[in-house]
């Protein structure tokens, strides 16, 4: 176990660091000086040349070519890509534009991003569950057909007319019942929109999982026992689909603190998403990279969470 | 080297003889009258795709200021927008734009996933690990993250320029497709691989080695013929996703140019026009997406159901 934590633990390393120079390169030929946004033209050269060289861009981009490749030596890590590193592993990256550091930007926005996911991530998988149970308890009837055919419905409508749609909708039934400044609690709205957009996919994929354990012997042999069908269902055949199902659900949760980025574009939502929007757009690459790190990071993290729950909860699997 | 006949003799195998995965899959598909109709409903959508820039070829510049943002009636059936051109036209041409970009971006993602899956599955150790290092790296950025990165890296950058195959990656549809497809190939680079390793150790991959044939050559002759589907079945899929895609980048500014009609923009033109009862963008941009994705979803299960009964979903 410990040697198999250890080894996924570098493993992640190494994938932590491709996204860094990943994200490092994709942002940097972006075309444009990035200067040319933060110092007026009328400062001069001077002022230019000194932002520059206070957020390090003067320097090589990859490594030091002064010094050759010479990995041994400590000047050749005195290169924008291994300051960059250096910065966002220890929480110390700056916003070009407000100079304010990362952890504190995302500690303030990060909580209206999960004010919106949390509840629809919750409400979403609730729902689901309970709709992907019912239609599969009654496989192959026409309550299955026709739930079935639904979230295929549901599926093809894009998100952005589910958001357009539904806050048109609450505008119509009552004014103030939809999303407004002056109804800022009515959080209900994007809350709601996530969890329909979203049901149809869940629904089909927690059908195959419990209709995939449905199919095993045991319960064909809990059945033959005379177990009624409710009790074989809501206690064994759920009871082991929880394992790819809660799976789904970690691999979500980094991309949940990114917020939807999607709804807090179109409510206006200060959220991180519309952060790495704007900042993308301001070309503030040190917070963009930083969300980017921050993600891929979690997501990495919850990758090796899911494979030893596995090993905790299936004695079936063994980790090498 | 293996003369050709032993190459085939190794390549079919014992099973059932005569009839191959294909023709059996083609039966399956055409006894299913679900699948049959989805089909031509695409079939459709690709006429149209194709007619529709034919019969319109000037309506980008066909702006009528006295008759803008008009409700739909006999003369212009789904209305006008708000430069005075047809909304009928606009949403047939769209068509032509969602499916180039879909198409496009899944001929470059499908391959592309299939031959990394492919020798990363047969070759193993470092190739391996260096194309599962890649495409975790990849999956571990948020995809909208990556798309939007590769949108304004794209800004300004015209390849080939002065050339027939002029790509203008910021205005046209180009950008969106390359996007697209060099960040889609993930999903199918996984599940070709871990066919592929399943592959590789069965007895007439052994057999091919035996007689000498030399790896890549196993690799691709022998090996790739029987992950084929698994490409197809992505293809399928992938449409659906580059088509919503589409849709998304041109909600954030950042899908195709100004000039090119595109259910996209007339879905996120809506934006603005709903509240004042403009409805006729919105509802036929998405009408017209609604069917084809419907068609696409329905079909690329049914492919899947046919090529592989084991997996059979919904």
Redo the contacts between chains.
């Keep these: 176990m410990a040697v198999f934590i250890l080894r996924r633990l570098l493993?992640a390393a190494?994938?932590?660091f491709?996204?860094m120079l990943?994200?490092f390169l994709?942002?940097r030929?972006?075309?444009?000086d990035v200067s040319a946004r933060y110092v007026s033209g009328k400062l001069g050269k001077e002022a230019r040349q000194a932002w520059l060289e206070k957020h390090r861009l003067n320097l090589h981009l990859l490594y030091n070519k002064d010094v050759g490749f010479r990995p041994w030596r400590k000047e050749f890590y005195d290169a924008q890509f291994f300051w960059h590193l250096h910065d966002s592993a220890t929480f110390r990256s700056r916003s070009y534009k407000t100079n304010e550091r990362l952890t504190d930007i995302i500690a303030d926005r990060a909580k209206y991003s999960l004010a919106i996911t949390v509840p629809a991530m919750a409400l979403g998988w609730l729902l689901a569950l309970v709709v992907a149970s019912v239609v599969a308890y009654f496989r192959g009837t026409w309550i299955d057909h026709v739930g079935?055919f639904v979230?295929?419905?549901g599926?093809?409508?894009?998100?952005?007319?589910y958001m357009?749609?539904g806050q048109?909708l609450m505008?119509q039934i009552y004014p103030p019942a939809a999303w407004g400044l002056h109804n800022p609690f009515n959080i209900y709205v994007p809350v709601s929109i996530a969890v329909i957009a979203g049901l149809g996919a869940s629904v089909?994929f927690y059908?195959?999982v419990i209709l995939d354990e449905a199919n095993r012997d045991y319960v064909r042999t809990a059945l033959a026992k005379g177990v009624p069908l409710p009790g074989v269902m809501f206690k064994h055949v759920l009871k082991n689909c929880m394992l790819p199902i809660l799976t789904q659900l970690v691999m979500v949760i980094?991309?949940l603190i990114?917020g939807s980025?999607?709804l807090e574009?179109?409510f206006g939502i200060n959220g991180l998403g519309d952060l790495?929007?704007t900042s993308?757009n301001d070309r503030d690459v040190p917070v963009?990279t930083g969300?980017?790190f921050l993600?891929?990071v979690i997501?990495?993290l919850a990758l090796l969470l899911t494979d030893i729950l596995y090993a905790v909860f299936d004695p079936r699997v063994r980790l090498r | 080297m293996a003369s050709p006949e032993n190459a085939e003799l190794a390549a079919s195998g014992p099973g059932r003889a005569g009839r191959s995965l294909w023709a059996d899959a083609l039966r399956r598909l055409r006894r299913d009258r679900i699948a049959v109709l989805c089909f031509a409903v695409i079939l459709v959508y690709v006429v149209i795709a194709i007619v529709s820039p034919l019969l319109f070829p000037r309506w980008s510049d066909e702006h009528d200021y006295d008759n803008i943002n008009l409700a739909p009636s006999g003369r212009h059936w789904l209305g006008t927008d708000a430069l005075g051109r047809s909304v009928f036209q606009k949403t047939l041409l769209g068509a032509n734009t969602s499916l180039t970009v879909a198409f496009m971006a899944n001929v470059i993602a499908v391959p592309l996933g299939m031959v990394l899956g492919a020798l990363a599955g047969y070759y193993a150790g470092w190739v391996d690990d260096l194309i599962v290092w890649l495409y975790t790296t990849l999956a571990s950025i948020p995809g909208i993250i990556l798309l939007v990165a590769i949108r304004f890296a794209f800004k300004e950058v015209v390849l080939f320029e002065d050339s027939f195959f002029k790509m203008d990656l910021d205005e046209g549809m180009a950008g969106v497709y390359l996007a697209l497809g060099v960040m889609s190939w993930i999903g199918t680079c996984r599940l070709v691989r871990a066919e592929v390793m399943k592959i590789r150790e069965l007895d007439y991959v052994l057999a091919a080695r035996a007689i000498g044939t030399r790896g890549i050559v196993t690799l691709f002759r022998h090996v790739f013929p029987n992950v084929l589907h698994i490409g197809i079945i992505q293809f399928s899929l992938g449409f659906v996703g580059a088509i919503k895609a589409e849709v998304m980048l041109s909600f954030l500014g950042l899908g195709v140019g100004t000039g090119v009609p595109s259910w996209g923009r007339m879905i996120n033109a809506a934006r603005m026009e709903l509240v004042v009862g403009r409805w006729w963008q919105l509802t036929s941009a998405v009408a017209a997406m609604f069917f084809l994705i419907l068609a696409l979803n329905i079909f690329g299960d049914r492919l899947r159901d046919a090529f592989d009964p084991r997996l059979r979903t919904a």
Excluded: K
């Design positions: 493993q190494f994938t932590v491709g996204v990943l994200s994709l942002f030929v972006m075309p444009g079935v979230s295929v419905l599926m093809c409508i894009p998100f952005l007319a357009i749609g048109w505008f089909r059908r195959t980094p991309f990114m980025l999607l574009q179109f790495l929007l993308i963009v969300l980017t993600t891929a997501y990495t």
